[in-house]
Nanobody, 123 residues
Framework: VQLQASGGGLVQAGGSLRLSCAAS????????MSWFRQAPGMEREFVAA????????YYADSVKGRFTISRDNAKNTVYLQMNSLKPEDTAVYYC?????????????????WGQGTLVTVSS
């Protein structure tokens, strides 16, 4: 599976962005998909995850109620809708795919990673 993230950019605080992660490969629907982010000088942190069917989602407390993860298996794409953005959301956002059947925030549990897309939120 190859992952290609897009949709990042510069936005003012309070604004919105939608990130997309397009996957190649016919087995996309077999993977749990997640978004992570990494701010300068910080470790990569978990943001949100979604099951292979899209029926269940899981969020970091810092984004709960503001971000929404979704997927379209017919298009091999996972999305991250980000609303009410804050300057502290500024980071490079990565999509990742995992074969694990449980929720995990550990980067070691992810088998494939996209290249990242930069989100900058100005105050």
């Amino acid at each position: 599976v190859q992952l290609q993230a897009s949709g990042g950019g510069l936005v003012q605080a309070g604004g919105s962005l939608r990130l997309s992660c397009a996957a190649s490969g016919r087995t996309f629907s077999m993977y749990r998909m997640s978004w992570f982010r990494q701010a300068p000088g910080m470790e990569r942190e978990f943001v949100a995850a979604i099951t292979w069917s899209g029926s269940s989602t899981y969020y970091a407390d810092s984004v709960k109620g503001r971000f929404t993860i979704s997927r379209d298996n017919a298009k091999n794409t996972v999305y991250l809708q980000m609303n009410s953005l804050k300057p502290e959301d500024t980071a490079v956002y990565y999509c990742a795919a995992s074969r694990r059947t449980y929720w995990t925030q550990d980067t070691k549990d992810y088998d494939y990673w996209g290249q990242g897309t930069l989100v900058t939120v100005s105050s």
